[in-house]
């Protein structure tokens, strides 16, 4: 793997994961809501969050599922990889000061169509925040250019 380009499909083996480990902090909820034009309260105004179910401020659920584009984009396949499809279910919520675990491991690989299913999961603390499953397309050393 070089720094331009990831993990060839001839690299790849069912079982083969890699994790991208990030602890949230206050800017990183900020920055996300200005970029996304999120601006939810429960994100970002604690009176309001505290009336909520969870009490506090929570992080975005898809600030966190973006851990998951990290740890795939990045490591496993790594750059050159194509996202198709991504699925999620939001388990439990992330709060600021959680360190978030995605977890990437691949259960299918489909050589013919390039295809690779990944599990995907973030963890706070060991328990499941978030799980889902997506699907990338990635080179063939036959096929790149």
């Known amino acids: 793997m ?17 994790v991208y480990t990030k602890t949230v902090g206050e800017a990183d909820i900020v920055l996300y809501a200005g ?14 969050a505290a009336t909520t179910p969870f009490k506090q401020r929570i992080a975005h659920g898809m600030l966190s599922a973006g851990f998951i584009s ?9 750059p050159g990889a194509i996202y198709l499809s991504q699925s999620l ?10 360190t978030v675990v995605a977890r990437a491991q691949i259960s299918a690989i489909d050589p013919a169509r390039r295809r690779v299913t990944i599990t995907t999961t973030c963890e706070v603390r060991g328990k499941v925040v978030i799980d889902g499953e997506a699907v990338v397309m990635v080179d063939s050393r036959g096929t790149a250019t």
């Open 89 to 98: 279910r939001f388990k439990a919520p992330v709060c600021i000061g959680d």
């Open 35 to 48: 970029i996304s034009g999120d601006t939810n309260p429960v994100h970002l105004d604690a009176e309001f």
């Open 2 to 18: 070089s720094d331009l380009h990831g993990l060839y499909l001839e690299d790849l083996a069912i079982g083969q994961a890699a």
């Open 70 to 78: 990290a740890v795939i984009g990045t490591k496993l396949p790594g």
